[in-house]
């Protein structure tokens, strides 16, 4: 006897923004919408979760009153075709805490941590994407093997929708002012 796995006929089709808002919060959990198309990620390590939880914390305390630092999150890139991205921490204006969906609009900054797995779609296609959707701010976490992490932080240029670079720091998160995260980093 032999087993199967039989992928579900969603995973073979072009999801549309309708059907995917039909979906219940199980079903779109630890999925995200790329041009259309459904894309399963590999569940995250400990120490991903960890440093992700960390660094959304400090945010969440350097933010003030005006903005949220929150994982788990949707964000709306595009409704046709649809992509939905769930970044490993974003930062949203307070106020569109019950909006949904959650569009580039009310995001100031979108962090990535990088994993094994995904590391071209973290350091190139997200990149990319969030800054095409117009976010003003951009972090890729790298989990360097001394355990420190090591933060690349990236500007839009709204003229090119491209970012450029921002500061590099190294070391443990700890939060200050506004996005001023100093990550007790060290500058690099």
Known sequence: MTAHMVAPAWMHTQISTEQY???????????????G???????ASKRHNRLTRLLANALDAAAG???NADTDFDVRL????LTNRRPDVIVYRAQTIDTTPTRPEHVLLVVE??????????????????????????WRVEQAATGVPIVYTYVLDP???????????????????????TVDLATS
């Open 21 to 35: 808002e039909s979906w219940s919060e199980e079903q779109c959990a630890g999925i995200e919408i790329v041009d």
């Open 37 to 43: 198309m459904v894309v399963v990620s590999p569940r």
């Open 65 to 67: 009153a005006d903005w």
């Open 78 to 81: 595009q409704d046709v075709p």
């Open 113 to 138: 941590v990088v994993a094994p797995g995904s590391e071209t779609t973290d350091r190139i296609v997200k990149v990319d994407q969030y800054a095409k959707a117009g976010i003003p701010f951009h």
């Open 159 to 181: 003229a090119t929708k491209a970012y450029r670079d921002a500061e590099l720091f190294t070391g443990t998160v700890k939060a200050t002012a506004p996005f001023s995260v």
